[in-house]
């Protein structure tokens, strides 16, 4: 059984910074492209990027480019996502999904939600 | 720039049809895929490549494509079906985008 399961919530101060993880089972961690989406409280899907842990390959969406770090360490077929000062508009729910055929997303985490507040 | 439209609300009586439409220039050369999120829930994968089920999704659950324009259809809709639903779809250049949603509210 396919399953992302992902680190806890998070209360941080603004300029903070901040690791979420992922962690994958049941499939091939290394060969599938595993993505991240923000969804604000109240707002829709956002993409954030994806990455290929085979090869490290990483395709940030133009809105969070230089915004968050993805990454991943296939020994452990788990996926990060992380910031280096937090600011109060990355509050949010974060999820990973993995993608399947490059073109859409088969499963999801749970979501991990992050408040950044003073 | 890369956009999908989606109708921000939909209405329905138990027993009818919800028709959701997702619209997108990327859509007349790329699938459109859907997904249902249910209040404080992830996102369940609905549909892939238009119209395709995943394992485990109703049958009333059905999609098509027409131009830059897919269709979500809910046939018979149950009131567990209230819930936000996204379309979303890749670009050419490797980048993938969600529609903005659109709430099913099951009168």
């Known amino acids: 059984e396919v399953q992302l399961v992902q680190s806890g919530a998070e209360v941080k101060k603004p300029g903070e910074s901040l690791k979420i993880s992922c962690k994958g089972s049941g499939y091939s961690f290394s060969t599938y492209w595993i993505g991240w989406v923000r969804q604000m409280p109240g707002k829709g899907l956002e993409w954030m990027g994806i990455m290929y842990p085979s090869d490290s390959d990483i395709r940030y969406s133009p809105s969070f480019e230089g915004q968050v770090t993805i990454s991943a360490d296939k020994s452990i077929t788990t996926a990060y996502l992380q910031w280096s000062s937090l600011k109060a508009s990355d509050t949010a729910m974060y999820y990973c999904?993995?993608?399947?055929?490059?073109?859409?997303?088969?499963?999801w985490g749970q979501g991990t939600l992050v408040t950044v507040s003073s | 720039s890369y956009e999908l439209t989606q109708p921000p609300s939909v209405s329905v009586s138990p027993g009818q049809t919800a028709r959701i439409t997702c619209s997108g220039d990327?859509?007349?050369?790329?699938?459109g895929y859907w997904y249902q999120q249910k209040p404080g829930q992830a996102p369940v994968l609905l549909l892939y490549?238009?119209?395709e089920r995943p394992s485990g999704i109703p049958e009333r659950f059905s999609g098509s494509s027409s131009g830059t324009t897919v269709t979500l259809t809910i046939s018979g809709v149950q009131a567990e079906d209230e819930a936000d639903y996204y379309c979303q779809s890749p670009d050419s250049s490797g980048t993938y985008f969600f529609g903005s949603g659109t709430k099913v509210t099951v009168l």
């Open positions: 990327a859509l007349a050369k790329q699938y």
């Open positions: 999904a993995r993608l399947t055929g490059v073109d859409y997303f088969d499963y």
């Open positions: 490549k238009d119209s």
